[in-house]
């Protein structure tokens, strides 16, 4: 059975940090890249950042850039994403995706943690 299990989020006030785990089980997790999405209510998943199979290469959005870092631990099939600098814009719903190709969102999905930035 796949499994993909966030976990992490909260609240956390404007400028801190937080760091959401992503838990793979179920499938051949070397295979695939992990992409971080987010969505608010009535707008459209967001794609923030994405990791390669082994690591080696990582993208992020300009919305993110500078302030999330992506990274992953193949020995316990966990992804991380640590988020700094958080801003009230940063409040979503975070979801990780496994996908077999660094082009199209991935047919796995989590069920999201969900990240809230205020005072």
């Known amino acids: 059975q796949v499994q993909l299990v966030e976990s992490g989020g909260g609240l956390v006030q404007p400028g801190g940090s937080l760091r959401l785990s992503c838990a793979a089980s179920?499938?051949?997790?070397?295979?695939?890249?992990i992409k971080w999405y987010r969505q608010t209510p009535g707008k459209e998943r967001e794609l923030i950042t994405m990791?390669?199979?082994?690591?080696?290469?990582?993208s992020y959005a300009d919305s993110v850039k500078g302030r999330f870092n992506i990274s992953r631990d193949n020995t316990k099939n966990v992804v991380y994403l640590q988020m700094s600098s958080l801003k009230p814009e940063d409040t979503a719903m975070y979801y990780c995706?496994?996908?077999?190709?660094?082009?199209?969102?991935?047919?796995?999905w989590g069920q999201g943690t969900q990240v809230t930035v205020s005072s």
């Open positions: 995706n496994a996908a077999l190709s660094w082009f199209r969102t991935g047919e796995y």
């Open positions: 179920g499938f051949t997790f070397t295979r695939y890249a």
């Open positions: 990791i390669s199979e082994n690591g080696a290469l990582a």
